[in-house]
Structure formats: structure tokens, C-alpha cells
């Protein structure tokens, strides 16, 4: 029996009737078969069995090229996971801190797909692509639904002038009464399958898709479409072309996503342990993303003291800490804590406003035989596991 003997069985049994030439689409499988009663050939995206492929290997995509690609291997440089790619043109690389794993480079959209059909187990794209080429399967499970790169909204958007001129709202363009049965909104999109489904669930129902891979935006002043359905992020490109976003009209608000094959998951041996390790690192990364420690060697009688007189600031204290230790330094002989360094964590916003409020922070009298000590301050990026330290200002000390 041909491999191929069970999906022909199962196209066959869907269909009735004769099939001369026949194109049947699983698109949940992005497998089309072409049969007929003297020859059968048929084009399969990935493997046909709904048993997981057997590999040691657990394998990452990582989008090839386009706006996602440099981006990508950027945040896991910053979680030291350094993708070794011999050349651009080389398709697989591995990531030394992660034995087990074998990152394979593919277009977004094949990302996807090749999750699905179990020959990617993880894949970083954006949550748009998901969405589209995923359509809702179930074996595909968003790991991390925001990696803080690659934002943008699928969005419908129509032209600002002639008989939209004064539409400005989903149901607005819904109710207006050019559209019918004979002729029906013209919508040009690369989302076949989120476009039609959005305007099902909106209720919109005289609409008709068409589609093209690029350069949307010029279809409505071309006359070959009314409104369009595209990702948009500056909004450049739709104001360069004269079209408007409405109000309700975003589909989808998208970022780059961590996502993973169920079965891959629960099946393969390690995946979930590697998915756990990545998934840490990013958390870590993206959650230090922004944040700063700031140290200020502090005088004061003893740590609690110290810390009192932080916790006292009511704008220092909703930080986090402070972690308070003394600095030693030898008097008469002897190692005499007589500041101690506190370490507060800060968001970068607040980081201006912390550092004057501990400059400004009441001093204890200074006490006799004590050197001549003031605040010295610290400031680090935590950059994912490490932390790296960089000198914000120094004031005395
Ligand atoms: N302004 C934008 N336009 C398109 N995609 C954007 C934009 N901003 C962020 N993105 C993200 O980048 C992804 C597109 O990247 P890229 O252009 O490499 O994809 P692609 O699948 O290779 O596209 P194509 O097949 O059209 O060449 C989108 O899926 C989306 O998540
Ligand atoms: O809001 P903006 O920042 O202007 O970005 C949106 C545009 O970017 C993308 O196109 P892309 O540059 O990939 O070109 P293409 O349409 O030819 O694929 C997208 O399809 C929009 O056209
Ligand atoms: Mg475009």
C-alpha cells in the first residue's frame, strides 16, 4: 500500500461520484491531491500519519528571512541563546546551550505549517501567521503570546474618498446600501481564511475576497477592490494610498509568538523540558527588559535603619527591596560597617526620579572619624540571567 493510500481513502470517501480530475484541499493539512482513474499524484505538505515523527532532535523554526528574521535571532542572542548559523543561505543551525535542539530556518507561514504536520515541534513567528495558517488547530499552543517585537494589527481599511468618505465604522460600511448579492464589498487580502471569518462573525454579508501576495493597498485605486485586509503598523503605507482604518475594523492585534506543537510536547522526549528552558530565558529577558538596579551606598547606624529610611519614601517604597548590606572599612584597626549598600530595582521610567530621591534622601549626622562619604550610585540593565553593571553617576564616595 502507497504511503500516500490512507489520505487517498480519506479525500475519496469525502467526495462522491466520479473524480476524472479531481483537487480536493485538507487545508488544516495544506494537502491537495490531484487523482485520477488512470494516475494518482498528489502534493502533501509534511508527513501523513498522525504519529510524531521518530528523531532524537527537537526542532525550533526560525523565520528565514523577511522583518521577523533578524529580529528573532536578536532576542535570543540577548537570552544567550546565540543561534551558530554558518551562512545566511545555510537552513539549520544549532544553539550550543541547547543540545538537544536544531533550529531550521523556514518562511513564517511554513513555520506553521510544519508544525502542524509534525516536522517542527517550536517556532517563533507572529501571532497573524498563527492565526492564518493555523486556523484554529488545536495541536498548536502559543507558549508565549508576547516577545515584545514584530507588532503590528490586521486591520480592514477603506478609502478616505468617494462613498466612504463618510464611513468611519465597521458598522457603518456594513449598513451602506451598495452592497448585495450581485454586488458585493470587494475585500483584497493575504488572509483568506481570518478575512472571511471576521466578516461572518461581524455580520457583514455581501463580501467577496480576492487575493495578492504584496502591495495591497494599490488594489482600491486600481478599481480592483473596495476596501483591503492587511497587517499595519506605522500606517504609512495606508496613508500613502489614501485609505483610513475604521472603527471595530481590527481583526487581529499581533507580536511575535513562541509557539509549539501540542503533540510535540506531550510526545517527544525533552521537548517540554527545552520549551520549559526557553521559555524561562525569555521571561527572564523580557521582563528585565526596562527594569534597573540602582545602588546607593547609604550611612546609617545599622541595616534595618537604613532600610527604614527607604521604606519611609513613599515613592521608593512600592520598588522592590531594598536589599541592604553593610561596606566594611577598617577603623582603629578593626572592620566597621559604616555604610551600607542598598539596592533597589526600578523601572527605567521611574529610574530618573529614584535617583534623586535617594541624592535627596535626609543624611544621618555624620559622625566623627567617619570619612567623608555621600551617595554612590549604580545603575544596571538587567540583561536576562546576567547582570551587567554600568556606572549611572557617582556622588562622592
Ligand atoms: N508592517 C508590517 N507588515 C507586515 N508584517 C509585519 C509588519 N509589522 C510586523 N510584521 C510581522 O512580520 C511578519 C511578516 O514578516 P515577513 O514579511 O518576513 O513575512 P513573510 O511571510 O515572509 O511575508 P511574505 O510572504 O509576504 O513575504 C508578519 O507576519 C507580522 O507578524
Ligand atoms: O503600516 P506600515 O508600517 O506602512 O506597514 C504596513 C505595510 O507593510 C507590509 O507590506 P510589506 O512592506 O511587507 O510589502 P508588501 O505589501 O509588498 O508585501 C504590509 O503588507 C503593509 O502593506
Ligand atoms: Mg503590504
Not at 489520505?7 to 466520479?18: E, I, N, R, T
Not at 457603518?172 to 481570518?194: C, D, I, N, S
Request: proline fraction near 5%; charge should be positive.
Amino acid at each position: 500500500m502507497s504511503p500516500l493510500q490512507p489520505y487517498f481513502q480519506q479525500c475519496l470517501f469525502s467526495v462522491s461520484g466520479p473524480c476524472p480530475s479531481l483537487y480536493i484541499s485538507v487545508s488544516k493539512r495544506s494537502f491537495i491531491s490531484c487523482c485520477s482513474s488512470q494516475s494518482q499524484t498528489a502534493v502533501v505538505n509534511g508527513k501523513l500519519d498522525s504519529r510524531i515523527a521518530e528523531r532524537d532532535e527537537i526542532r525550533l523554526g526560525l523565520p528565514s528571512k523577511g522583518r521577523m528574521a533578524a529580529d528573532t535571532l536578536d532576542l535570543l542572542k540577548d537570552c544567550q541563546l546565540s543561534v551558530k548559523q554558518v551562512n545566511p543561505r545555510q537552513y539549520v543551525a544549532q544553539i550550543p546551550q541547547l543540545s538537544n535542539l536544531g533550529v531550521w530556518f523556514q518562511r513564517p507561514k511554513d513555520i506553521v505549517r510544519k508544525l502542524l504536520s509534525g516536522d517542527l515541534d517550536l517556532g517563533i513567528v507572529g501571532l497573524d501567521t498563527v492565526s492564518e495558517y493555523g486556523q484554529g488547530n488545536e495541536d498548536l499552543i502559543i507558549v508565549h503570546d508576547a516577545l515584545e517585537y514584530g507588532d503590528c494589527h490586521l486591520s480592514l481599511a477603506i478609502p478616505k474618498y468617494g462613498i466612504f468618505e463618510n464611513i468611519n465604522s465597521l458598522k457603518e460600511l456594513a449598513r451602506m446600501p451598495q452592497w448585495t448579492v450581485e454586488k458585493p464589498l470587494r475585500v483584497a487580502t493575504g488572509f483568506t481564511y481570518l478575512g472571511p471569518k471576521f466578516m461572518k462573525e461581524n455580520g457583514l454579508k455581501h463580501v467577496i475576497f480576492s487575493t495578492a501576495d504584496g502591495a495591497l493597498e494599490a488594489a482600491p485605486a486600481m478599481g480592483i477592490a473596495d476596501a483591503i485586509l492587511d497587517l499595519v503598523s506605522s500606517g504609512t503605507t495606508l496613508r500613502e494610498n489614501n485609505l483610513k482604518e475604521i472603527e471595530g475594523g481590527v481583526v487581529l492585534e499581533s507580536q511575535a509568538v513562541l509557539v509549539a506543537s501540542r503533540k510535540a510536547l506531550i510526545q517527544r522526549k525533552g521537548a517540554l523540558d527545552t520549551t520549559h528552558e526557553i521559555l524561562e530565558r525569555f521571561e527572564a529577558h523580557l521582563r528585565a527588559i526596562g527594569q534597573f538596579m540602582v545602588t546607593a551606598n547609604m550611612r546609617g547606624s545599622s541595616a534595618e535603619e537604613v532600610a527604614e529610611r527607604i521604606l519611609s519614601q513613599p515613592s521608593l517604597a512600592g520598588l522592590q527591596g531594598p536589599t541592604v548590606s553593610p561596606v566594611f572599612s577598617k577603623r582603629d584597626g578593626k572592620a566597621v560597617a559604616d555604610c551600607y549598600a542598598t539596592v533597589i530595582c526600578v523601572p527605567k521610567k521611574a529610574l530618573y526620579k529614584s535617583v534623586q530621591q535617594l541624592r535627596a534622601h535626609p543624611q544621618p549626622k555624620r559622625r566623627v572619624g567617619v570619612n567623608e562619604q555621600g551617595f554612590h550610585f549604580c545603575s544596571s540593565r538587567l540583561v536576562n540571567l546576567n547582570v551587567v553593571w554600568c556606572r549611572l553617576e557617582v556622588v562622592g564616595c
